[in-house]
């Protein structure tokens, strides 16, 4: 179960570990543009965080669709599944640009998230739901941020897609447009990170 593994603590980290609250994403301004980042990408690597368990030997490599929605997408959503008060009323004061992750995993979902104004490539994690559900009761809401950044390299390596979290876990999570990568390619992306965060653990590379 390392897919499964992966995937609960990129969504659950709230849930697991006390989680450093950051609702601008240190306001860095990301180079991100929605158009260069919507469709399949690949998770090649994560950078794991402090609590990160080093016993966890494997790490599982999954793609990941990323598409645009709106607020009508979202709403269309909540009308068309059992409501709860609670989460419809979280939803309903949600504006802007909306981002949809479809994981395929062992246990494909989705997760929403709202663009944070005024920071570029800045989201909020809303809304979780497995793909196989139709009842808004078995969502999971969020407020978990994200940065996406598009990391641009003068040679065949890239572009990376870093999606950038503020839990005690996973500090990043990787993306390529194709499978595989080595620690070497991964060089820009540690040096960036670092320079941004600070020092950091070595990538741990997934395997299929």
């Known amino acids: 179960m390392a897919i499964f593994f992966t995937l609960l603590y990129l969504l659950l980290l709230t849930k697991t570990e006390a989680k450093i609250k950051n609702k601008t994403c240190n306001d860095f301004q990301a180079n991100f543009t929605m158009k260069d980042v919507i ?6 690597a994560i950078i794991p965080e402090k609590l990160f368990p080093d016993t966890r030997k494997k790490i599982t490599c999954y ?3 990323f598409s645009e ?3 009508a997408g979202l709403r269309w ?33 989705d997760v929403w998230s709202r663009s944070i104004a005024g920071v570029n490539g800045c989201f909020q994690q809303v809304i979780s739901l497995d793909a196989t559900k139709s009842k808004l009761s078995e969502a999971h809401t969020h407020d978990d941020m994200m940065q996406l950044h598009l990391l ?12 950038m ?3 005690r ?18 060089k820009p992306v540690f040096e960036l990170m670092s320079k941004l965060r ?11």
């Open 39 to 44: 469709g399949p990408w690949h998770v090649v």
């Open 77 to 109: 959503l909540v009308n068309n599944t059992l409501q709860n008060t609670s989460k419809t009323d979280t939803i309903s004061g949600i504006k802007g640009t909306i981002l949809r992750q479809r994981y395929h995993s062992e246990r494909p979902f």
């Open 152 to 163: 641009q390299t003068n040679d065949k390596t890239g572009p990376f897609l870093l999606q």
């Open 63 to 65: 793609k990941v669709e």
């Open 169 to 186: 876990m996973i500090s990043a999570v990787i993306y390529r447009q194709h499978e595989g990568v080595t620690q070497d390619e991964l």
């Open 69 to 71: 929605t709106d607020t």
């Open 165 to 167: 979290l503020w839990g």
């Open 198 to 208: 600070g020092p950091q653990r070595i990538p741990r590379i997934c395997t299929n």
